[in-house]
């Protein structure tokens, strides 16, 4: 399957899923669940060292269900970006229902070159926060080019992020030592968000890894 394909499928999906919001008002899927997001979204608003105001950046932001609830937990200086502008039509069309408009979105390429991007663009920002719910996932399942796609993603992130920044990610493909495994060469494991775990044939594993990278 080339890249263009999954492109497309994505398009698809979010462009049904738009026209679902705007007939029954159904925002559509929550990647990895509600509880998975409610898991990051507490761990942001119970942490110190995070205020309410500081910039926030959702790498693959969907339908905006995450947004949604960090901005109703009080968050205020947040951003999203998507590969595809059917996902961000979605996540604005959420977030307006709910009243809030000033969350910054915007289409972009996350495995890009962002240095050719114009200053004004959120992914030439820095961000104190970047939380990502399964877009390393999905880049991961890149055909052809999964490895150089997510170093280039990894790269991405480090960019993005201010000196003192805080990385969250959760994951369903990757566990916590593979995690650190590609992550670390640029960032340090700074915390672990607790997931559900299960136990078979006498080895306990977890079917989420949220970690938080510094």
């Known amino acids: 399957m080339h890249t263009r394909d999954i492109n497309f499928r994505w398009e698809t999906a979010y462009s049904r899923e738009f026209k679902t919001f705007q007939d029954i008002g159904d925002i559509g899927e929550i990647w990895f669940g509600e509880d998975s997001q409610e898991r990051m979204v507490d761990w942001l608003d119970d942490c ?49 229902k709910k009243g809030f408009t000033n969350v910054r979105l915007q289409t972009g390429d996350l495995t890009a070159d962002l240095s050719s991007l ?11 926060v970047c939380v990502d719910k399964g877009t390393y996932d999905a880049i991961s399942l890149t055909p052809g080019g999964a490895k150089e796609e997510r170093e280039a993603y990894r790269r991405n992130v480090r960019s993005l992020l201010q000196p003192d920044g805080l990385f969250l990610i959760t994951s369903c493909n990757w566990t916590k030592q593979e995690l650190m495994d590609f992550f670390q060469p640029d960032f340090k494991l700074a915390s672990e968000i607790r997931t559900p775990s299960f136990q078979f044939g006498g080895k306990v594993g977890r079917s989420v890894t949220s970690l938080i990278f510094s």
């Open 118 to 128: 114009p200053a004004v663009s959120c992914l030439r920002c820095k961000y104190r």
């Open 48 to 96: 110190d060292d995070v205020s309410k105001d500081d910039a926030v950046l959702d790498l693959g932001c969907g339908n905006g269900a995450l947004l949604l609830e960090l901005r109703q937990r009080g968050f205020t200086h947040l951003s999203g970006v998507d590969y595809v502008q059917e996902a961000i039509n979605l996540a604005a069309g959420v977030l307006a």
